[in-house]
């Protein structure tokens, strides 16, 4: 099946600064994972008004009010409950009811943006199903965008709507984790926490002082950070285009013989886009939000503009997620039960990661029969490699890091076009996805999600074994099956469905820009995205259409709520449970054996579900690509 | 539900605030007192004050507007960019465009015919200034292909090497000097590990355009 041409691909591509700069960003990932996985815990046991590290000192005052003001009732110090506690059922709908009106601020903010201040160029209101699309993303932790940030959204509207949302839906989904953990650490208990309290001590205490830092880091690298509006310079050398000569009213000029008339406009000057970025970046690397202030995102010089400002970036997309497992194992007083949760993590990311880098690196047999005069090797001078879609200075190793990582935790963000990617090194960043983002994942959803496999995981070797599956002396009874169940499979069947769709009618498939099975690539990796709340796209597929923006937005919303649901029902119903005694039948759950039992349950349902449709784009578009 | 409303309301309306009006503020504060050059778009200015570029955003010098490969020839080329109307077109509200790659897929035709072209032009930029290209001479890959933004300031060393010839017979320098000038505008990997080497083209252009004038 493989032509004899084919050059078998080498490891030599593959250099060795390479491998130090992912061995560097693993390394410091992992030991920032204790520090700060401790400090969440402290703050997410902690009693209204105090938090570590002064933060309490700093801040204490402002919680005290906003429960004051909200009428969260706040027990007298020293008393337990700290605070009126619920069940999973009216946290649930505080949870779905403070995000509803997230949506409707993001919603109306984009409509009526042309009649409201910080908006120095006068943009114009935001399409309805844009609109609607946009807000249904950042409300969801998703961030897809179906628009260019640049041209499309006001400095207020990015603050105050897109901005808030970066804070809010990561504070959800680590409040939605934090109620879950109590339900897997609390016996025979009624109450799983109070929605507002945790929602207030994430965004004050974890996600403000974290944002603040690399807002600040950030712009000492050249990320903009004003009000002022965009600046012209001029170029050095003038430039040109030429385009449709038009009348007055619009219409297309004919020369006498009937041919279109051309114009030609000169450029002598450039356009340098600005606004308040830097702070919203910072919010969109650490709540695994991932929508960009500009159009290129992550890739753009202004919002990432030097190699440390990238390392930040990629290290503040998989901090959080990675240090809450450590949070884990703290609140459930068996710190082996987060690390292993973050080994079977390790154990998927690594491999995928390296995966990406070497057929990045292997270049584009293409390019190399079409212009063999192209030299895509490595060499200290030059990166070599697929450099499409990438840029110098992050080059090879870099942009396959941040592809791994920010598909790998559900952050979306982008440092090169993943369009542009080789067929294999495009399939990774797509099957993390398809894993249901829980390979770090978002902040907060990554675990929670992870820990319904783990729930999948449990019940299966209890079958395997003939015993009751048990999880942290919980046992698993049919209730939680169902409900991991249904968080398990929503995104795959979101995923599938909504890609069976965009294929079968002309709305979806009008929309790709590179033939053959790369274009259903596009659609298999819109849907993943949407499906499993990650925000990435092969950005040719022009989805700021009707149809897109509708069904890609209920894809989005679907996968949000619908596994926020179920994971608060199972943190209730483990609640009301008792702990059973540890006895010589209890299935340990931070072996070794567990963790590849629970990487083989992750991999065999992402992989069962979705080889085929695999099959079709990337794998077919690798064989072509080979074949010539 | 309504015993619900109350704390919702207030609360997003309080976090609303803090996060989405008095942090993006506080920042803003903090970066125009700490980082003004950085915060504002890292402008650089001509000797008497005008701002002539940004030196994150690259410009682009291959498709010069007239049309004259000698023209084109006597400046380093950046990477190939994808957005409109023009390469290197950071913002242009008119045309609703901004940032940009080209999204062409590897297989994609339309991406062989675009590195064939910038192989094509390059060969006729030397061709212009009467420059033989060694025998065996390689173009490296990210001269000829666009980057993920189009705005990329940088190209890397071994694409800064490639030209010099060209512009240095164009502008009648030794090679030599050229060259000193493309080492003086590269920077190498952060901290000896983070990154990739790179020439700053923008830079480089202007430094060129002020020795030879």
């Not at chain 1, 897109?162 to 809010?168: D, R």
């Not at chain 1, 965004?203 to 965009?230: D, E, R």
């Not at chain 1, 459930?332 to 993590?345: E, P, S, Y």
Request: net charge neutral; with cysteine.
């Amino acid at each position: 099946m493989i032509p004899h041409t084919l050059t078998p691909p080498t490891l030599a591509t593959i250099t060795g600064h390479g491998a130090l700069q992912i061995v560097l960003y693993v390394v410091v990932l992992l030991a920032m994972v204790k520090p700060l996985g401790w400090f969440m815990a402290r703050v997410f046991e902690g009693v209204p008004g105090s938090a570590p590290l002064g933060l309490g000192v700093a801040l204490g005052w402002l919680e005290r009010l906003t429960y004051r003001l909200c009428g969260v009732r706040v027990s007298p110090i020293g008393s337990t409950p700290a605070y009126a506690e619920m069940g999973w059922k009216p946290y649930a709908v505080g949870i779905l009811l403070f995000n509803a009106l997230g949506f409707i601020a993001v919603y109306g903010l984009q409509r009526l943006q042309h009649a409201l201040p910080a908006n120095p160029v006068g943009l114009g209101p935001v399409e309805g199903w844009s609109a609607f699309n946009t807000s249904v993303s950042f409300v969801s932790n998703t961030n897809w965008q179906g628009y260019g940030g640049e041209v499309t959204m006001s400095y207020l509207t990015q603050m105050l709507g897109l901005g808030v949302q970066n804070f809010l839906s990561a504070a959800t989904g680590i409040a939605v984790l934090v109620a879950l953990i109590r339900g897997l650490s609390r016996r025979s208990a009624a109450t799983i926490g109070n929605c507002w309290v945790d929602l207030t001590r994430v965004t004050l205490y974890v996600l403000l002082p974290l944002s603040s830092l690399l807002a600040v880091a950030l712009v000492s690298q050249g990320v903009v950070q004003t009000f002022a509006k965009p600046q012209e310079v001029a170029l050095t050398v003038p430039l040109s285009y030429s385009e449709p000569a038009t009348n007055d009213d619009g219409g297309a000029l004919k020369s006498a013989d009937g041919r279109d008339q051309t114009k030609t406009v000169a450029v002598a000057t450039q356009t340098v886009p600005l606004g308040p970025a830097a702070s919203q970046i910072a919010i969109k690397q650490l709540g695994t939000n991932g929508g960009g202030f500009f159009n290129a995102n992550s890739a753009h010089p202004l919002e990432n503009p030097t190699p440390l400002s990238n390392f930040l970036q990629v290290l503040a997309i998989l901090l959080i997620p990675a240090a809450l497992c450590w949070t884990f194992g703290e609140m459930v007083r068996d710190r082996r039960q987060g690390w292993a949760v973050l080994a079977a993590m390790l154990v998927i990311f690594i491999p995928l990661l390296t995966a990406t880098y070497w057929f990045e690196a292997q270049g584009n047999p293409r390019v190399a029969a079409a212009a063999p005069i192209v030299d895509q090797s490595p060499s200290p001078l030059a990166p070599g490699g697929n450099m499409e879609g990438k840029e110098a200075r992050f080059g090879i190793a870099g942009s396959a890091t941040w592809a791994a990582a920010t598909t790998a935790a559900s952050n979306g963000s982008v440092n090169s076009m993943h369009d542009s990617f080789t067929p294999l090194g495009g399939l990774v960043p797509m099957w993390l996805m398809q894993l249901g983002e829980v390979v770090f994942g978002g902040v907060g959803s990554g675990l929670y999600g992870m820990l319904m496999f783990v729930i999948v995981a449990v019940f299966v070797a209890g079958l395997m074994v003939g015993r009751t599956p048990e999880y942290l002396g919980k046992k698993i009874d049919p209730f939680e099956m169902k409900m991991a169940a249904i968080a398990v499979l929503v995104p795959c069947a979101l995923t599938l469905l909504g890609t069976a769709v965009a294929v079968l009618l002309p709305q979806g498939t009008s929309s790709t820009s590179n033939p053959g099975p790369h274009g259903f690539s596009q659609i298999l990796y819109a849907f993943s995205s949407a499906g499993n709340n990650n925000g990435s796209a092969f950005a040719g597929l022009s989805a700021n259409t009707p149809f897109y923006n509708l069904l890609l937005g209920l894809a989005m919303w679907f996968s949000r709520f619908w596994i926020i649901v179920p994971v608060l029902a199972v943190a209730g119903s483990l609640a009301t449970k008792k702990v059973t005694p540890t006895t010589n039948g209890t299935l340990p759950t931070h072996t070794p054996v567990f963790v590849l039992m629970l990487v083989a349950v992750v991999i065999i349902v992402g992989a069962l579900t979705f080889v085929p449709a695999l099959a079709l784009g990337p794998i077919v578009e690798q064989l072509q690509l080979a074949g010539n | 539900m309504l015993t619900h409303l109350r704390p919702a309301f207030v609360l997003f309306a309080i976090l609303s605030l803090l996060t989405g009006v008095i942090y993006p503020l506080a920042i803003t504060g903090i970066a125009q007192i700490a980082f003004p050059h950085e915060a504002n778009g890292s402008i650089i200015t001509s000797a008497d004050g005008k701002p002539i570029g940004s030196s994150l955003i690259g410009q682009e010098f291959a498709a010069v507007a007239s049309g004259d490969p000698n023209d084109a020839a006597r400046w380093f080329w950046g990477r190939p960019s994808a957005t409109g109307p023009v390469p290197y077109s950071a913002l242009n509200l008119d045309k609703g465009t901004g940032s940009s790659g080209s999204n062409l897929a590897p297989t994609n035709p339309a991406l062989i015919d675009n590195v064939k072209a910038r192989v094509d032009a390059l060969a006729s930029a030397d061709a212009a200034v009467g420059y033989a290209r060694t025998a065996g001479r390689t173009i490296p890959i990210d001269l000829v292909t666009s980057s993920a933004s189009g705005l990329d300031p940088h190209i890397s060393p071994a694409a800064a090497a490639y030209q010099v010839p060209r512009v240095a017979k164009a502008r009648g320098l030794s090679e030599d000097a050229v060259r000193a000038l493309v080492t003086k505008h590269t920077r190498g990997r952060t901290a000896g590990v983070l990154g990739e080497p790179v020439v700053h083209v923008l830079e480089l252009n202007l430094d060129l355009a002020r020795q030879t004038r």
